[in-house]
């Protein structure tokens, strides 16, 4: 255990968390919402502090990031818990936290000089924090983005983006990237599936571009769910609005966890999120969740300017931010 951070102290030793949009109002002997964040005796206290559930160095394609330091490594972290609830979580057994569970730290024993250590010697460029949601132990994250900064390597955060803009402000001058899940457009999603909200997902997803930090976004398209031509233009069209530069993933869905009646995404759907990705003025839409290439492609000339397999790169011709072909900037983080 460890004292958490951004949290303020209530009469009757009750505490106020706000390292999420949920907000919690945890009385003594509690837990918050994302069942790592205890109240005891009047401090909050994080669960999720100093074991690792998960450690893999993976291909930064994978988190997935195009446009950042592509063919490269980066070694990815994650501790048990979440603050979503979503039924169609591919990592469920790690994120999803049942009440006999609370309190019960899984996983292996790892300082952040250690973690900072072992993704040196995996040869990665940069630590990811990943597979569940990193907010939910941003003290961890933080202390090892700041000592893997001073020792060059990169920080990534691939999060559900349901932060405060004082968690943000907290680990944010260290991050250099983050992939955040646009889950849909739609409240009344988020509030079904998730146990969330869309307008604090929306509010960080504009904090992160103005604080300079390379941004890339996931929807994960589900049958019946979020995959309507109406739901699939507003995100695109939100998406443009920010930056026609954002890379955005459109995955395909899979049965599986409490969405296990669900049938896959067709292919046709990701076809049209592609088509209307273009339409809404984005400049990089890929597919995700199926076999094949997924390439970047300049959008001025059409030159292939990265060639990819899977999570492999099998040519990258990008030099100087620029399409060697037309001379056009490419934007993203090449080096």
């Given at each position: 255990m460890k004292e958490a951070r951004l949290y303020r102290t209530l009469d009757n030793k009750n505490v106020s968390c706000f390292l999420c949009a949920h907000h919690c109002a945890i009385a003594p002997g509690n837990f918050g919402k994302c069942s790592v964040r205890k109240n005891i005796d009047g401090k909050l206290f994080t669960f999720a502090y100093g074991k690792t559930i998960a450690e893999n160095a993976d291909p930064v394609e994978k988190k997935p990031l195009y446009h950042f330091l592509p063919g490269s490594k980066?070694?990815?972290?994650?501790?048990?818990?979440?603050?979503?609830r979503c039924g169609f979580c591919q990592n469920w057994q790690i994120s999803q936290i049942s009440e006999e569970m609370m309190g019960e730290r899984r996983g292996i024993e790892s300082s952040p000089e250690e973690i900072v250590a072992r993704a040196i010697r995996s040869g990665s460029k940069s630590i990811s924090y990943t597979y569940t949601e990193p907010t939910i132990f941003l003290e961890y994250a933080s202390e090892i983005a700041f000592l893997g900064k001073e020792r060059g390597l990169a920080n990534i955060f691939v999060t559900n983006g349901f932060m405060t803009a004082e968690a943000l402000k907290e680990v944010g001058p260290v991050l250099d990237a983050c992939n955040v899940d646009l889950k849909s457009f739609s409240d009344e999603f988020y509030r079904r599936n998730c146990g969330a909200r869309v307008k604090p997902v929306l509010e960080t997803l504009e904090r992160i571009k103005k604080m300079g930090i390379w941004l890339e976004i996931t929807t994960l398209l589900i049958p019946g769910e979020n995959d309507s031509e109406e739901e699939i233009r507003s995100i695109g069209e939100f998406i443009a609005g920010l930056d026609r530069n954002i890379p955005w993933h459109v995955s395909r869905f899979?049965?599986?966890?409490?969405?296990?009646?669900?049938?896959?995404?067709?292919?046709?759907?990701?076809e049209l999120a592609l088509e209307i990705g273009c339409q809404a003025g984005l400049k990089y839409v890929f597919p995700g969740n199926?076999?094949?290439?997924?390439?970047?492609?300049?959008?001025?000339?059409?030159?292939?300017?990265?060639?990819?397999?899977?999570?492999?790169?099998?040519?990258?011709?990008?030099?100087?931010?620029?399409?060697?072909n037309c001379g056009v900037t490419i934007c993203g983080i090449w080096e």
């Open positions: 980066s070694y990815s972290i994650a501790t048990m818990g979440c603050n979503f899979f049965p599986q966890y409490q969405f296990g009646d669900v049938f896959a995404t067709p292919v046709s759907t990701l199926i076999p094949g290439e997924s390439n970047t492609v300049c959008f001025n000339c059409k030159e292939i300017l990265i060639k990819r397999s899977g999570f492999s790169i099998d040519e990258m011709k990008i030099k100087d931010s620029r399409c060697p």
